[in-house]
């Protein structure tokens, strides 16, 4: 059984030490089941939010999605239901400037992109509070997150749920942001939110989650990177024995560790490298070949949320450590680290050992294990040993 007092107190408790009686809170609401109940447990908890509905997506330069209307339907029935203020505002353009843009050009470079990641970072929590959010106290978000604080620093943290934990999405946010965010619902599991959405008898109790890229909505993948950068025609190469084993369309529909879609038999097969030059794909092939796996990963930036792995180690050990204080970049106070990471969207973290070099200017990940598919243009999350604090992160510039 449900006990909502019991749920919403962690949402009381993280407004309350802000010392604010009446705090503005801004919901992003997209429709869908996750945000629909953020809006029903603020409520809940006695608070009234002004909700935003994000009008972003791919209707322009020639493609058309209209599954916004459905869900702007249902922010709408969910404004009247607790009669609650409602604005629809347009971040298309700068959508389009920065998120598309960068999809393109990552594609286009033989790079692995996250857009949702960029997206979080420039348009939901940078051009919104750029023009709205900063009116706001808060801003209530349906992500699976915590936030926690651990001697009275403020940190992102991982959901309780690992399956839907959604921390290495919000990896690329600063300090200011996370201070503004709440994740009313992100301490709660799937069928928990379900469960609140029918109780509550809320219209999108039912809707099935949302797939795939932020952007993209129904459209195919495929379909927008050939209508962004069109075909080329190019070999595919068989790693071990330098043989054409196939052809393919052009090296932006392929990335680094992909099984599928490589229209090859005789398999399986991986991508294990991309020659961008000659627009060459390399594979391998086999149930588990040795080149898809690499054990180190290099970035050459990272960015850290609240406070750095050596900076956290330090708080852990009773070091006073004041918010945005500046970090030697030396071996001497940044020597190899236990850490926890992800390089893509799964439940699973893997142990690593965190390092600076600082004559190459570079921080170097090493893995307890061997990693499939370390893609170039990715993103390497970095947690601590309990797999609870979201440090951060950084691209990822080669594995091996």
Partial sequence: MIDIQEIIRPIRERIERSGLKEPKIAVLASGGVDSSVVIHLLTEAGYRPTLFYIQIGMDKDGFEDCSWEDDLAIVNILAKKYDLPMQVVSLHDEYWANVVQYTIDSVKEGLTPNPDMMCNKLIKFGCFEEAWGKDFDFIATGHYATTSFVNEHLFLSTAPDPVKDQTDFLAQINFRQISKLIFPSGHLTKPQVREIAEMAQLPSAHRKDSQGICFLGKVNYNEFIERALG?????????????????????????????????LSGGPWFVVKKNIK???????????????????????????????????????????????????????????????????????????????????????????????????????????????????????????
Wanted: hydrophobic residues 30%.
């Fill in 231 to 263: 075909t080329k025609e190019g070999r595919i190469i068989e790693r071990e024995t330098g043989k054409v084993v196939g052809r393919h369309k052009g090296y932006w529909f392929h990335t680094i560790g992909q099984r599928k879609g490589l229209g």
């Fill in 278 to 400: 000659r627009n060459i794909i390399i594979v391998s092939r086999g149930y588990d070949p040795a080149d898809q796996y690499g054990e180190h990963i290099i970035t050459k930036e990272m960015n850290w949320i609240s406070l750095s792995p050596w900076q956290y180690q330090r708080l852990m050990k009773g070091e006073v450590v004041e918010q945005g204080e500046e970090l030697a970049k030396t071996e001497e106070a940044m020597p190899p680290i236990k850490v926890q990471f992800k390089i893509r969207h799964t439940p699973d973290f893997t142990e690593g050992i965190l390092a600076y070099d600082s004559k190459k200017e570079e921080y170097r990940l090493d893995s307890a294990e061997r990693i499939q598919g370390i893609a170039p243009g990715q993103y390497a999350v970095i947690y601590d040993e309990t797999c609870t604090i979201c440090f951060g992160s950084g691209v990822i510039h080669k594995g091996f």
